[in-house]
């Protein structure tokens, strides 16, 4: 099945920093999506990316749709210790509705 | 409104047990999907609903895994007999018109020993 290739794998940043991370495919998604999960509990999304190209910002988050819309990336600028957490993309291959397909995840570490 | 409510929160049982989780999704959403989420990975759809019917349940192990929403609003998944690879955070979620995003319960935590 399709799959999606998220990385890094983990981050260990001090507070402030900026943070960069991406996702690709090798297929087309119409949707890409970001989601932040904190311990025990489910996924909450943070940003959604309806066109190819789009840019989306979000407070300190920002999120860009690929051009050949088999990629995507979220920035965290001067990250915070609550920014902790695993952040997931995910895209949506087919139109509104259908399943969502979630790379592994980014793990964050923010140290003070 | 109120969010995706699951449960129970927690589980653990002996492999060849059944057990049953339950998710009630937000008021009005047609839309409903169960994933699966080992740790350390992202989730993993098992089966869509679309009001009572299904839409998609071509990963669902249907050897052991079942699942219904019948009134069409919320939904079991049940697993019968369970592995000890059935371990993982079970994730109910939903949407409804705009369709962007879904809203994710907290999820089950199984523990099969």
């Known amino acids: 099945g399709q799959q999606l290739n998220q990385s890094p794998q983990s981050m260990f940043i001090q507070e402030g920093e900026d943070v960069s991370m991406n996702c690709t495919s090798s297929s087309i998604f119409n949707t890409w999506l970001w989601y932040k999960q904190d311990p025990g509990e489910g996924p909450v999304l943070l940003i959604a990316l309806y066109k190819a190209g789009e840019l989306t910002s979000n407070g300190r988050l920002t999120a860009q749709f690929g051009i050949t819309r088999k990629d995507s990336f979220l920035n965290i600028s001067a990250s915070i210790p609550s920014d902790v957490g695993i952040y997931f993309c995910a895209g949506q291959p087919g139109q509104a509705g259908t399943a969502l397909i979630f790379g592994k995840g980014t793990t964050l570490s923010v140290s003070s | 409104e109120a969010g995706v409510a699951q449960s129970p929160r927690y589980k653990i049982i002996e492999k060849r047990q059944s057990v049953a989780f339950w998710c009630n999704p937000i008021s009005g959403h047609a839309t409903l999907y169960w994933y699966q989420q080992i740790l350390g990975q992202g989730p993993k759809l098992l089966i869509q609903?679309?009001?009572?019917?299904?839409?998609?349940d071509s990963q669902l192990p249907k050897d052991r895994f079942s699942a219904e929403r019948l009134k069409g609003v919320d939904s079991t998944l049940k697993i019968q007999p369970a592995k000890l690879e059935d371990s993982a955070v079970y994730l109910c979620?939903?949407?409804?018109?705009?369709?962007?995003?879904?809203?994710f319960g907290s999820g089950t935590r199984l523990t099969v020993v």
């Open positions: 979620a939903s949407t409804g018109p705009p369709h962007y995003g879904y809203t």
């Open positions: 609903f679309q009001n009572n019917g299904v839409v998609d």
